[in-house]
């Protein structure tokens, strides 16, 4: 195990830079995740601690050690990848032991560190297999016993999971992180799927057009995001955001939106009058009888749940309930709103008021 360090890191291709002085720290045993939008500069990131890039300014650390001149093949380093990168003319053993084979390390030693690599993973029935005679999740496994038989300081995973089906991915996240659990390595994993970093991570790092926007535990992130962004990007179904203004009726703060609806705001330390963004999750709005009425548009059941996508007024709105309901699109729903899980933005910054 290590902890790796990023300061500063700048990266340009050219006159065009696409990294902006981003710094992460990665403690020793630590499982972080680079999450962003496509383009957003993670998987650039990852290939530079990796030394798949060169760096344009700043210092990458790994043990303590700065490996920006340090060959990839001498930084103590595995990384699986997204396409698995498997030879396809040699079986699920030599594919696991190729990287000691080329260091020269002894027969029995490569067959030793195989077999319980192939122990941890449930590949031991397969090890005479080739690629090609295998499943995506299979062949995922065998990506990570290359890794987990060099026993690297660290694991870099570039969007392992991309080419699985849903239910393979599920299952794969599973794995992953038990064996994050059970080798205790330190472990930098790279994906655009928020879901996949809110249940496997120690700590995400958010990304945004080469910047770091937030860093922090999931659940940090979920309940207490900085910006519009951070919020519309962590939880699944995003977030809604309305925009209008924080005003008072009755002696109470109340939200007037754009459009004329008016929300519940109870406890909202804003100016009055100042441009807002309201931001609510739709898992914090629920189904009752006192509830602003909403037109349903569609509704979408799920079986343990219901989304229901709803006009309050002229502005859309996006709720996630566990009832089954028989209202029909282009009737009437009553939704209420939790006042205490309410979020208020800056409108013009995007910052969390």
Known sequence: MAQVAVRNIIKRYGSVQVIHGVNVDVAEGEFVILVGPSGCGKSTLLRMIAGLETISAGEISIGGRVVNDVLPKDRDIAMVFQNYA??????????????????????????????????????????????????GGQRQRVAMGRAIVRNPQVFLLDEPLSNLDAKLRVAMRLEIKEL?????????????????AMTMA????????????????????????VNVFVAGFIGSPSMNFINGRIDSKDGEQIFVSDAGSVLPARGVKVEGGQPVVYGIRPEHIDVAPDGLPAIVSVLEPTGSETQIFAKL????????????LTVRPGEEVRLRIDSRRVHIFDRQSGARL
């Open 180 to 196: 994050h659990q059970r080798l205790g390595t330190t472990i930098v994993y790279v994906t655009h799927d928020q879901v996949e």
């Open 202 to 225: 120690d700590k995400i790092v958010v990304m945004r057009d080469g910047k770091v926007e937030q860093v922090g535990p999931p659940l940090d992130l979920y309940d207490n995001p």
């Open 313 to 324: 007024g002229e502005d859309a709105i996006d709720a996630i309930v566990r009832d089954r």
């Open 86 to 135: 498997l030879y396809p003319h040699k079986n699920v053993a030599d594919n696991m032991g190729f990287s000691l084979k080329i260091k020269g390390r002894p027969k029995t030693e490569i067959n030793a560190k195989v077999k319980k690599a192939a122990e941890i993973l449930d590949l031991g029935k397969l090890l005479d297999r080739f690629p090609k005679q295998l499943s």
